[in-house]
């Protein structure tokens, strides 16, 4: 019974130091708006600053930190611009930027997404990945996955 008792102590010793562990890196953990700001993200970006949103395919993007810890992504194509929550943000192995996004404006089976940054400069980045949550991709490896280009270079517009 003494064993018994010696065990069950020390599994619960264990359960505490593990769970100790879980609640030091939750309360650790950085928030959305922390992380992209951290990398840089955090401001308006296009892949032409002088052109005007919706100038032919002309948009801008902003990143935009709230105090709370959230962040949006505001997109502005001149005559259509939303407003899009980043639910989460973190950096890859490489050091890239995996944020998700909800869509207000896209159907509902293209709505929560996934996009993958590289920073190429302070001033510049190109998207690597964009997915759907269930995994299909416009741009792969850096380019469209439509044509097998390139997706462009953004520029810091501010």
């Given amino acids: 019974m003494t064993d018994n008792f010696g065990y ?19 309360a650790h953990a ?10 840089g993200l955090i401001g308006e970006w296009a892949v032409d600053c002088k052109v005007a949103p919706g100038d032919g395919l002309a948009s801008r993007q902003k990143y935009v ?14 005559d259509l611009r939303d407003h899009n929550r980043i639910t989460t943000a973190s950096l890859t192995k490489d050091g890239w930027l995996e944020i998700k996004v909800i869509y207000k404006n896209l159907e509902k ?21 964009n997915q759907t949550a269930s995994g299909q991709y416009s741009i792969k490896d850096g380019k469209f996955t439509a044509n097998g280009k390139e997706a462009p270079i953004q520029h810091r517009c501010n």
């Fill in 8 to 26: 069950a102590r020390r599994v619960l010793v264990a359960l505490a130091i593990v769970s100790g562990a879980f609640v030091a890196n939750a």
């Fill in 65 to 78: 930190a709230q105090q709370d810890g959230s962040a949006f992504l505001d997109r502005n194509f001149g």
């Fill in 30 to 39: 950085e928030s959305v708006s922390a992380t992209l700001t951290k990398w």
């Fill in 109 to 129: 089976d293209q709505a929560n997404r996934i996009l993958v940054y590289r920073k190429l400069s302070d001033r510049t980045l190109r998207a690597m990945s």
